[in-house]
């Protein structure tokens, strides 16, 4: 039975992990803000239809982050086998980063996911500095402006005319 406990909260550190990532290596708080770099961490289900909603605009947000010259730290973690998530992947036209937390979901238990998606945002110590559970685009707005920030990416909105049916909020 996985615990309870609740989303951990911004200022406190992210607790550590190892996965392994196909386009990585190994995947861990220390590797993704190797060189004094935020990162943007993605908890994810394959078969969450609130995921499915954010993913264009997780990917939007990590297009972007690659074109700051800064670097940045990106990874979804996914509770799903790695097939799974590598088929997710391919039907959503995602390209970042991922890793599979599969059961009994030791990583996810350790940042209190009761929800997905849920984003950290870190800043270069492995601090978090904001998390968004579910689907609000002011939620995800905010952690894409400040992530860009602090990548060195000037800032640009990140819903667009065209988005103007997306929903403003969906609970994960």
């Known amino acids: 039975m996985r615990d309870q406990q609740t989303v951990i909260q911004p200022g406190t550190p992210a607790p550590e992990f190892r996965l392994q990532s196909p386009a990585i290596g190994a ?8 060189g004094m770099r935020p ?5 994810f289900k394959t078969e969450c239809p609130t995921c499915r ?3 264009p605009f997780i990917e939007r947000i990590w297009h972007r982050a690659q074109s700051g010259g800064e670097g940045c730290g990106f990874l979804g973690i996914g509770q799903n ?13 995602a390209t970042f980063p991922f ?10 238990d350790r940042y209190g996911i009761t929800n997905v998606p849920t984003l950290f ?3 270069e110590h492995g ?5 968004a559970v579910g689907f609000s685009r002011p939620a995800l707005e905010q952690i894409s402006q400040e992530f860009l920030a602090r990548v060195g990416v000037e800032a640009q909105p990140l819903f667009a005319e065209s988005d103007r049916g997306v929903p403003v909020l969906q609970p994960g």
Do not use: H, K, N, W
């Open 39 to 43: 990162a943007l961490v993605v908890f």
């Open 99 to 108: 890793a599979a937390d599969s059961e009994p979901y030791e990583v996810s």
């Open 127 to 131: 601090v978090i500095l904001r998390t």
């Open 53 to 55: 909603l954010a993913f």
């Open 121 to 123: 945002l870190l800043d």
């Open 81 to 93: 086998s790695e097939l799974e998530i590598q088929q997710f992947f391919e039907r959503m036209g």
């Open 27 to 34: 995947a861990s708080i220390q590797e993704l803000v190797r």
